[in-house]
């Protein structure tokens, strides 16, 4: 019998994945108790959500890992988001909004694959500054990190790919990658060829962020079908968040990601929310957490706003993926 997951648009499920295995540099495995002690939960509180907190997930460190440099720290990385999936499969049936705080980009796989054990067919709406859909064959750099939506999709690093069991967690139709900037030319050859959408950073502030934002979310028909949306803070123009793991010129206006990350939350459709790439090595004085910390109230409190009326339950689909009661 499928589960009936009742939408709780005024619950968060709150997760910490603390890892930058994934990463270009260490640190990233200290955010999500960063941002405990700057005040996370007790703002969300403010803001009228229940949170229920499940914990951290254990650390997973960076390592160099030259013995595979074409797919560095694979075995750490599985092992953190199998950990991460657990948990994330009790917070997704609860019909609580999933909030994962990376740590590294790649925590998004163990929050998909999580949802899929409910759901046959998930959208995932990437905002991030690159498309990471590099693969062992094509990376410059051997790092996780710009092959996680490689991975999602079924082309990517072997071990993750076959992490899920499938060949995809989501169909290269339902991606959306949202405000890039960093291509390299692999990439841009497999975006010319594939079905997969996205939207240049430039295009996006051309168009306003809100508006480029709900043409996304409408490709993804995120008001009928259940999807999940990565935050990469990187995304966030480095003048005004620095606390990055890779900083640069460019990115999108702060104004804008947050316009474009509200429009994100606001469907009753959404699963869950990964934050990653803030690094409190890079944040001495505090002042990146609570920047984080704002956006994520204030792009969430669209949530809360639109909770006065009860909400129909959500039946996962009855095939092999559903979990039973």
């Given at each position: 019998m499928a589960v009936k997951i009742a939408r709780q648009l005024k619950k968060i499920a709150?997760?910490?994945?603390?890892s930058s295995a994934a990463a270009f540099l260490p640190g990233g495995e200290k955010a999500p108790a960063a941002l405990r002690a700057a005040g996370l939960v007790e703002r969300l509180q403010s803001a009228g959500f229940e949170v229920v907190d499940h914990g951290d997930c254990a650390?997973?460190?960076?390592?160099?890992?030259?013995?595979?440099?074409?797919?560095?720290?694979?075995?750490?990385i599985?092992?953190?988001?199998?950990?991460?999936?657990?948990?994330?499969?009790l917070a997704v049936k609860?019909?609580?909004?999933?909030?994962?705080?990376?740590?590294?980009?790649?925590?998004?796989?163990?929050l998909l694959a999580a949802a899929r054990r409910y759901y046959k067919h998930l959208g995932l709406f990437w905002m991030d500054?690159?498309?990471?859909?590099n693969s062992p064959a094509t990376t410059p750099s051997g790092r996780i990190d710009g092959m996680v939506v490689a991975c999602i999709i079924g082309k990517g690093a072997p071990e993750l790919v076959r992490f899920w069991g499938e060949p995809q967690l989501v169909r290269e139709p339902d991606v959306y990658l949202f405000?890039?900037?960093?291509?390299?030319?692999?990439?841009q050859e497999f975006l010319s060829k594939s079905p997969m959408r996205h939207m240049l950073s430039a295009d996006v502030q051309r168009k306003s962020a809100s508006a480029a934002a709900k043409d996304a979310l409408a490709h993804l028909h995120a008001d009928s079908r259940e999807y999940v949306v990565h935050l990469d803070t990187d995304s966030i123009a480095n003048?005004?968040?620095?606390?990055?793991?890779?900083?640069?010129?460019?990115?999108?206006?702060?104004?804008?990601?947050?316009?474009?990350?509200?429009?994100?939350?606001?469907?009753?459709?959404?699963?869950?929310?990964?934050?990653?790439?803030?690094n409190p090595d890079k944040d001495p004085d505090g002042s990146g957490a609570k920047k984080l910390i704002d956006l994520l109230v204030e792009a969430l409190s669209v949530r809360a706003q639109s909770a006065a009326a009860?909400?129909?339950?959500?039946?996962?689909?009855?095939?092999s993926q559903t979990a039973s009661e």
């Open positions: 709150l997760i910490g994945a603390p650390p997973r460190h960076f390592a160099d890992d030259d013995e595979h440099r074409r797919a560095r720290n694979v075995p750490e599985v092992a953190g988001l199998a950990d991460l999936k657990t948990r994330a499969e609860s019909g609580a909004l999933v909030l994962v705080l990376g740590g590294d980009c790649a925590q998004t796989i163990g500054r690159d498309a990471d859909l405000g890039i900037e960093r291509l390299d030319p692999p990439e003048s005004e968040f620095p606390a990055v793991n890779v900083p640069a010129d460019g990115g999108m206006p702060l104004a804008d990601v947050k316009a474009a990350l509200a429009e994100a939350l606001r469907s009753t459709f959404l699963v869950g929310l990964t934050v990653s790439q803030y009860p909400l129909p339950a959500s039946s996962a689909p009855a095939d």
